[in-house]
Structures are given as C-alpha cells and as structure tokens.
C-alpha cells in the first residue's frame, strides 16, 4: 500500500479506533473481479450506487452544502447522458456534521452498508484525514474536492482540489511580487491552517519575508478581538487567512470594525469562495484578495456551460465557486476512469487512473496517476462590489502537483 509518509502513524491508529467491523454481503460481481478485494458493490443490475458525504449542518454546512449541489448537478447531467457504463448512478448522502468522527462512521457506513462503488466529500482536513484509513482498509475509493495543505498521497484517494504548490505557494509569490515583507498568519486551529502555516513559515524564511503573527481560533469560532487587535498592532503589510467556515464572518467582521481595509492591509484567503462572500456580507470583505484555480468569472466554454446548467438548477441567484467545480470535476474523472478501466473495481479504476482527462469549467485537467491529483492553474483573484470574484494574477500555465514540495529546496524536512 502507498500512502502519504505524514499519515503513517495516524492512520494506523485512527483505524484501530474506529474499530471497523466485517463486511457486508459479497456479491457475484466480486467475487468474479468486478469489485474491489472485500467489496460488497452491486453492478448487475441497470443502476450502481455512488456515495456523497458532506457536511450539511454544523460550522462546515456554510460551505459544504454548495458541493453537494455540484455533485448533484454532475450526476443528473450523467444519467441523463446514459449513466456509466450504461449504469444510472444512485446517490446514497450523508451529513457529516462538521464533525470528522462523524465523517469516518459515514463513509465506513457507504462502503459497507450501502456498497457504493465510490464517495465523494469531505471538506476540512481533519474530516479527510478521518476518513483516510476507513477507505484504505476497506480498498475503497474517495474523491476528495478541496485545496489542502499537501504532504499526503493515498491510492485510495483522488484529491481534484490544489495541493500546496498550486495555491498556497502561488499566493505567497504573489505577495512577495507586490513587495510585502511583513504578513501575518490567522487560520481556523485543525490540521490545515497549521501545516499550511509552517509551509508559509518555510517559504517566508527562504523568500525575505517576516512573520509578524501567528494566531489560531478554533472552527466555528466567533470572537475575534482579541487576534485583530494583535493583528492591527503588528505592523503587518498582508494577513495569509486559512480561517474555515463561518468563522470568517466574524473575523471580517471585527476586522472592518478596528479601522482595518483591503487597501491598508489587504486579506489573502485560501478558504472564501463566491458562496461563502455573500455569507460573510460583501461590504466587509469588498476588495480582499483570494487564492484559488477556479472562479466564477473564468473566460471559456466550458465554464460558462457549468455556470448556466448550475443557475438552472438553482437560481440565477445562486454562484459557482472552486470547491463546488473541483466536486463537479471529479464525478466526471470517476466516470473517465470507470469507463477506460471497463469496470468499477477499485483496483480497476486505480489502474486506469493515469491520463485520464476532462474538459473542465477551469480548463482541461489531467490526473496524474503516480500522486493522484491533477495539474491546475493558480488563479489569484480580488472580490468585487457584485459578489463575485475577478481574476487578478494567473500562473503560467498549469501547475504540476508537488503534493511534498519536493521541487522546493526550502521545503526540505517539512514531510
């Protein structure tokens, strides 16, 4: 089994804590090699089971529940298209709850109980990092939507959201273009804000560039005067903003409150996309900077088929964001997968991973099957009076996923 070195150890013991019981009933499709070693996925008849697992209530819900439209959207437009493999998908869903405790007993329920032949979900490290094991050790696969703080790599995982070197690093060497030698660090207290941060602690040292503050709040965390103060007197040019969730309602919120602005000292965020601007009110966050490979804005076919199919199905008043398409993307790389393996067995789709491509609302990605992610263009963008998001600043191209920052001399010890 190849997995992310971070994860070796908490793996083992977050699944010698969940405790995982036998599985369900095999079926004759396994038992012939369609399914994966154990699985219990049924694929003779006209429809096979897909899983979506995402929080829908709890601090997470402000975010998640727009992916989940996405994923839904995908799969409408799939069966309407013939399926897979001539299969119609059935969704079975799941609320996480915010919670990664809850994330892990979902997707063990998913894969064992409901016997789907792949999940798509999650959100905040922490809950991935939860379910990591729980697919590992039932040879089952997830498809993971989110950018995240990298240093990890599973077979069981498709990770269609930017690793470090695709966001986080893009969004600091843009910082460091716009000649800011002082940046302060505020960012949600779970696995991601504090391995990103030590990233950007990394990067900063290497680059000229001062950490002046370093604070944490915990999700769903809602008084924050206490880190703008310190913030306000730090005497820093940038804040790098890894909060999750609602907590930046709050954080913008004081953040206007003590005078500060996105002209004095602009706010570069890695977790605030269109849905979640007009949660936090664009008056407060009106002209600060994000990081992303995906807006609504992006200028080609694709997207703006994405974009008019979305508004259809929910709203002209509804918005796309990058999470929302890195889910969309995935369900459609699984198809691509499942269709070039000509079978969904896990072992299969694994084997047939490398190359497989699709045109996307950001532009046509790729996945690489040695690491399981995919290439994707930086995108930095500023938010505007109309909610959405404007592209500012692009990288040359698509990136390839370092996912261990092995391309970056800096970076040396961090994994």
Known sequence: MRTTRALAVSSAALAALLALSACGSRTDDEASGESGAGSCVETDGD????????????????????VRDALDLAAKEINAAGGVLGKQLTIVGE???????????????????????AVFGGWTSSSRKAMLPVF?????????PVQYEGLEASPNIFYTGATTNQQIIPAMDYLKEEGVTKVFLVGSDYVFPRTANKEILAYAGANGIEVVGEEYAPLGHTDFSTIVTKLKGSGAQAVFNTLNGDSNVAFFKEYKNVGLTAETVP????????????????????????????????????????????????????????????????????KGMVEKAK???VADVQAAA????????????????????????ALIGKIDADGLIYPVWESDGPIEPDPFLEGYEWAEGLS
């Open 136 to 144: 590992e050790d039932n040879e089952s696969l997830l498809f993971y």
């Open 47 to 66: 429809a096979v089971k897909i899983g979506f697992l995402n929080s829908l209530s709890g601090t997470m819900a402000i975010s998640e529940q727009t």
């Open 95 to 117: 609320d996480g709850q915010s919670e990664p405790t809850v994330f892990a007993e979902k997707a063990e329920k998913l894969i064992k109980s409901d016997c789907v032949a």
């Open 343 to 345: 079978s969904f067995a």
């Open 354 to 377: 490398d190359g497989v491509s699709f045109e996307a609302p950001e532009g046509t990605v790729t996945v690489n099957g040695d690491n399981h992610h995919i290439a994707k263009t």
């Open 267 to 334: 706010v570069v965020s890695v977790s605030i996309a269109e849905e979640e601007v007009g949660g936090i009110g664009v008056d407060n966050i009106v002209g600060q900077l994000t990081a992303w490979n995906y807006y609504q804005t992006v200028d080609s076919p694709a997207n703006e088929k994405f974009v008019a199919a979305f508004k259809a199905e929910y709203g002209d008043e509804r918005v796309t964001s990058d999470p929302m398409e890195a889910a969309y993307t995935s369900l459609y790389l699984w």
